[in-house]
Structure formats: structure tokens, C-alpha cells
T-cell receptor
Framework: GAVVSQHPSRVICKSGTSVKIECRSL??????MFWYRQFPKQSLMLMAT?????????EQGVEKDKFLINHASLTLSTLTVTSAHPEDSSFYIC????????????FGSGTRLTVV | DAKTTQPTSMDCAEGRAANLPCNHS???????VYWYRQIHSQGPQYIIH???NNETNEMASLIITEDRKSSTLILPHATLRDTAVYYC?????????????FGQGTILTVHP
């Protein structure tokens, strides 16, 4: 149980275009989802916390107008990288928390974004 | 959330036990210790978690010291597929789920 599906796994886009990444909880309802970014040979860096039905909370230094997060349902959160540039190329990973207490941070398989 | 300290890298022979230490000396009473691992270019995989007591599942064992200031993840019979980056994370539990903040983790290399 507690599977998080993330799509696409890889995407290549042209500089200036926007890319949407989807994160779905398949067998549970995720009130809270998290979005991470990981550059080569570095650890995961939390970008934002997404709560269903409300605005996302962004970590310091993350541009909320560039990384649009929508969490419209209990099973889907999306991250849109707007006006992507080569420096946005990275590995993006979502995570969802679920009950019961003490359990539950399941991660998606990640999306490799390459901006050319 | 409490910070954690882990060795940068460790080696282990295949078939032997891998013992990965983690220091979390500033842990609070309601904070859990979680272990995740990440194999190259994949999302992190949950291994085990605990609050006070030692825990064991099909993947590993987690030993938490009595004062909760440190813990050890034990992979009893390491295989080549256990080569990964292992993250020890401390996060608040209860009704408000804390954020998982990843440190640099320990690169475990299992060799034949």
C-alpha cells in the first residue's frame, strides 16, 4: 500500500516553455504532499509543502511564481515549472504523507527534467 | 526538527551486516527517527522508523539508544543491491506532520 505515482519520469523541454509534473497517491488520500529538487551528487532539497485545498508553502529561496503547485484533490498534486531555463534542469521528486500516526512519507519515482 | 549527523561513506562486504550510525543529540520527545535510502536516480525508499523502542522489519533493524540521542540502522545480510545513499531523518510526528529534511546521508557501498 501507500504508492505514489509520479509522471512523467523524464522530460526534455525547450528553454522558455512550461512543464507540468503530476504526483498521485494511488491507494490513499494525501492531505499533504511535498516537492523536492535534487541536483547531481547533492541531497534532496525541499521546495514546498502542498496542502489539499489551500496554497502551498514554499521554502525560503524558492520562487513561488516559477514553481506553481496545485493540490486540488486528495490524490493529486502538480508542480508546474514555468518559463523553464537550463538551470532548472534537475531531478524533481514528490512525497505524500499518510495516516496512521507515525507512518507515512512515501515518495514518487522522480522526474528528470532537462531544459535545452 | 532535530539535525542528524551521519558518516559520509561506509563500505560493507556482501553477506555481512551493515551498521549505519546516526547522531541526533537534539531530538525532542515527539520526534521520530526515520531511515530512507535512495538508489541512484530513484525516489527515496522507506526502510524503517521508530520513536523509542528498537524496531525490526523485513528490511532492517533500528536500534535507538535509551537517551534517544543516536541510532543505528542494521542491514543484517547486505547484498550488492543495498548499495545506496542512506538517510537518517528526525521529524515530528503526532497530528502535525513535520517536513522531511534530508541531510547528506551515508553512501553505503556493498562489495563482493
Amino acid at each position: 500500500g501507500a504508492v505514489v505515482s509520479q509522471h512523467p519520469s523524464r522530460v526534455i523541454c525547450k528553454s522558455g516553455t512550461s512543464v507540468k509534473i503530476e504526483c498521485r497517491s494511488l491507494d490513499f488520500q494525501a492531505t499533504t504532499m511535498f516537492w523536492y529538487r535534487q541536483f547531481p551528487k547533492q541531497s534532496l532539497m525541499l521546495m514546498a509543502t502542498s496542502n489539499e485545498g489551500s496554497k502551498a508553502t514554499y521554502e525560503q529561496g524558492v520562487e513561488k511564481d516559477k514553481f506553481l503547485i496545485n493540490h486540488a484533490s486528495l490524490t493529486l498534486s502538480t508542480l508546474t515549472v514555468t518559463s523553464a531555463h537550463p538551470e532548472d534542469s534537475s531531478f524533481y521528486i514528490c512525497s505524500a504523507s499518510y495516516r496512521p500516526e507515525g507512518y507515512g512519507y512515501t515518495f514518487g519515482s522522480g522526474t528528470r527534467l532537462t531544459v535545452v | 526538527d532535530a539535525k542528524t549527523t551521519q558518516p559520509t561513506s561506509m563500505d560493507c562486504a556482501e553477506g555481512r551486516a551493515a551498521n549505519l550510525p546516526c547522531n541526533h543529540s537534539t531530538i525532542s520527545g515527539n520526534e521520530y527517527v526515520y531511515w530512507y535510502r535512495q538508489i541512484h536516480s530513484q525516489g527515496p525508499q522507506y526502510i524503517i522508523h521508530g520513536l523509542k523502542n528498537n524496531e525490526t522489519n523485513e528490511m532492517a533493524s533500528l536500534i535507538i539508544t535509551e537517551d534517544r540521542k543516536s541510532s543505528t540502522l542494521i542491514l543484517p545480510h547486505a547484498t550488492l543491491r543495498d548499495t545506496a545513499v542512506y538517510y537518517c531523518i528526525v521529524v515530528a510526528g503526532g497530528t502535525s506532520y513535520g517536513k522531511l529534511t534530508f541531510g547528506q546521508g551515508t553512501i553505503l557501498t556493498v562489495h563482493p
